[in-house]
Nanobody, 124 residues
Framework: QVQLVESGGGLVQAGGSLRLSCAAS????????MGWYRQAPGKQRELVAG???????EYARSVKGRFTISRDKDKNTVSLQMNSLKPEDTAVYYC??????????????????WGKGTLVTVSS
């Protein structure tokens, strides 16, 4: 497993933007996919966005058109640009990485490593 460290969370007003970043360290040369997930209080963890090394991306329907995921394979980082934020985007956001094999972004199946999370709070 690799170590994943998220950054960029914080408090923002509705309609604002935030950019989350995640850096992988400790043997991430075989990472084949990375993603962002979130968990709001009292709710299950859900996919926000995922990206494969080949550039395939998947987004939750609720964020499509507002969020953009990007991956820097050389630096082993993944970022999430979040625009037009809504109060319902409030959650702890987790970075995840897969090291080979099949990945099902929707469920997180195949993700081998997870970060500790960063809190995003959107005020109305």
């Amino acid at each position: 497993q690799v170590q994943l460290v998220e950054s960029g969370g914080g408090l923002v007003q509705a309609g604002g933007s935030l950019r989350l970043s995640c850096a992988a360290s400790g043997g991430g040369s075989n990472i084949n996919a990375m993603g962002w997930y979130r968990q709001a209080p009292g709710k299950q963890r859900e996919l926000v966005a995922g990206v494969t090394n080949g550039g395939h991306t998947e987004y939750a329907r609720s964020v499509k058109g507002r969020f953009t995921i990007s991956r820097d394979k050389d630096k082993n980082t993944v970022s999430l640009q979040m625009n037009s934020l809504k109060p319902e985007d409030t959650a702890v956001y987790y970075c995840a990485a897969a090291q080979g094999g099949v990945v099902v972004f929707e469920s997180g199946w195949g993700m081998d490593s997870w970060g500790k999370g960063t809190l995003v709070t959107v005020s109305s």
